[in-house]
């Protein structure tokens, strides 16, 4: 199983940005396909965007995909999400989630998939 750490989340305003980091352990990283989701308050979780193992295909949110990018470095088993034009309603508990699903994972996520190892979170929140 492979062992996920966010980190990177804070206070931003509004039009802010922010990168996310979730480094890796456990198993190989570069076998996993790999996803952030995010949870506000009294809400469901989230799909945010997702990352091939190879990074080459990726999928967003409608509304977040002008705005987030999505890539991962493999040499250091972490993924990124670069978070850009902030809005209050980006405020959200963010989590990455790894799979193996060889390479699968845009047409999975894009049917409602949900990954199976997940991390523990990190906290963004976006002031007015």
């Known amino acids: 199983q492979v062992i996920l750490a966010e980190s990177g989340g804070g206070l931003v305003q509004a039009g802010g940005s922010l990168r996310l980091s979730c480094a890796a352990s456990g198993r190989p990283f570069g076998s996993h396909d790999l996803a952030w989701y995010r949870q506000a308050p009294g809400k469901e979780r989230e799909f945010v965007a997702a990352?091939?193992?190879?990074?080459?295909?990726?999928l967003y949110q409608d509304s977040v995909k002008d705005r987030f990018t999505i890539s991962r470095n493999n040499a250091k088993s972490t993924v990124y999400l670069e978070m850009r034009s902030l809005y209050p309603e980006d405020t959200a508990v963010y989590y990455c989630?790894?799979?193996?699903?060889?390479?699968?994972?845009?047409?999975?996520?894009?049917?409602?998939?949900?990954?199976?190892?997940w991390g523990r979170g990190t906290q963004v929140t976006v002031s007015s």
């Open positions: 990352i091939n193992w190879k990074g080459v295909n990726t």
């Open positions: 989630a790894a799979d193996q699903l060889r390479g699968s994972v845009p047409a999975m996520c894009a049917q409602g998939y949900t990954l199976r190892s």
